[in-house]
């Protein structure tokens, strides 16, 4: 593995994305159930898969082109549907403290 500057970005990124879980599973404790229990849940999964595919893009030199290109379009698909459920979430939480 070379280190160029897109290996320390990775790196960075990754960094990044560990503090992310941490965040993730120490705020989850304190998520009540329900709906936004639910999609709390299911932005855990995303957090870990995006960990796991993180961890993966200091190595996309050793990985065959066309898997890499596979793994950076599941990156940017499950990324799309956090985006979608993290603003779900959001218009939920702003709804309950208008109401």
């Known amino acids: 593995m070379k280190f160029d500057i897109s290996t320390w970005i990775s ?7 560990l503090y ?7 705020l ?3 998520v009540p159930g329900g709906v936004v229990g639910k999609q709390w849940k299911f932005l855990t999964f ?4 995006f960990t796991m595919g993180y961890l993966t893009t ?6 065959p082109a066309q898997l890499v ?3 950076v379009s599941l990156i940017f698909f499950f990324g799309a549907i956090y985006v979608v459920i993290t603003v ?3 218009h939920s939480i702003i709804e309950a403290l208008s109401a």
């Open 11 to 17: 790196i960075a990124a990754i960094f990044v994305m």
């Open 20 to 26: 992310c879980l941490f965040l993730v599973f120490s």
């Open 28 to 30: 989850g404790k304190s």
């Open 46 to 49: 995303l957090v870990v898969l």
């Open 58 to 63: 200091p190595f996309f030199g050793l990985i």
């Open 69 to 71: 290109s596979i793994l």
């Open 88 to 90: 779900k979430l959001i």
